[in-house]
């Protein structure tokens, strides 16, 4: 259990055990904010076994999002209890996820940091967490956009107005990555890749699976940002799975671009399908070979794999 600022504390399920045989930062309300997740036993209301204390217990799937009503009822509690000087234990199963992204919430809300990247940084100077995203409102739009990434998807591509120039992108090894840290990893992953995306400046939209198609000007332009894009993704990161954080490197996806979307698109996704299983064909990125070293299969798993 860290003390991060002020009268928030963050911190495991074990830490809230703990509390319940000793209490040397004196706790006095509890946020348990975990709900399905893979461990056992359950996330559940164990305010019976904290007499005394504040409780409140928010059962947030470990799906690393935060929904809207979750982080409304989350900040509403936290400004009660914080009203009334009590001392607040934020947490989730490991204390890594879900519990840093309700508490950074709360600090960009109650004005304790200035946004979301500041507060980020103050729990990361105590504690190494991977922060849930915070979905802040509903998405508007509708279905125009992608829920999973943020972008615009398929429908909204059709609907704008034509481009002289497309371009299509697929994570490389995308099932691997899945399969290797879980599914809530790879769409991680995927938001990761579209934050990215729309950093360099790209028209880009999410068709679905790990499938980005781009729209532009000229070849040239698509081709710089797409590859600033690539440099960037490739870039070590830091991901939560398998209950720590890991920081995964190698990471890169593949492109072809054509021209405006007509007879030749079908086409321009068959190129890209070709383009992928050649660079199949190279060197295992590094999270690959660190998964193949370790596995009982070897060398026949990353054959699968590929």
Not at 217 to 235: G, H, I, N, P
Request: glycine share 8%; with cysteine; hydrophobic share 40%.
């Amino acid at each position: 259990m860290d003390h991060i600022v002020n009268n928030l504390w963050l911190g495991s399920q074990d830490d809230a055990d703990q509390l319940v045989r000793k209490n040397p930062e004196k706790i006095s309300a509890i946020l348990n904010v975990r709900g399905p997740d893979a461990y056992q036993p359950p996330g559940r209301d164990q305010s019976a076994e904290h007499p005394g204390k504040a409780y409140k217990w928010i059962p947030a799937p470990d799906t690393g999002i935060i929904s809207v009503s979750h982080t409304k009822e989350a900040l509403l509690w936290l400004q009660q209890q914080t009203d009334k000087q009590e001392r607040i234990l934020i947490h989730c199963k490991h204390g890594i996820s879900r519990s840093p992204g309700f508490l950074t919430a709360f600090m960009v809300k109650s004005g304790i940091s200035s946004s979301l990247e500041e507060a980020i940084a103050k729990v990361s100077s105590h504690r190494p967490v991977q922060p849930a995203v915070q979905i802040v409102e509903p998405v508007r739009r509708g279905v125009l956009v992608s829920a999973l990434t943020g972008l615009p998807n398929r429908q909204a591509f059709d609907e704008a107005k034509a481009s002289p120039f497309v371009a299509i992108a697929n994570v490389d090894l995308m099932k691997a990555f899945s399969e290797v840290f879980g599914p809530i990893a790879g769409d991680m992953l995927l938001r990761r890749l579209a934050k990215i995306l729309s950093g360099v400046g790209l028209n880009a939209y999410h068709f679905g699976g790990d499938e980005f198609v781009f729209n532009g000007e000229s070849r040239e332009e698509l081709s710089a940002k797409l590859s600033e894009a690539r440099q960037s993704f490739r870039q070590p990161f830091q991901l939560y799975a398998e209950g720590r954080i890991q920081t995964i490197a190698g990471t890169n996806f593949t492109f072809v671009m054509g021209t405006t979307p007509g007879a030749s698109f079908e086409e321009q996704r068959a190129a890209l399908r070709e383009a992928m299983k050649a660079n199949a064909r190279t060197d295992a990125p590094e999270w690959l070979r660190k998964t193949v070293a370790t596995a009982a299969h070897g060398e026949a798993w990353l054959r699968q794999a590929r």
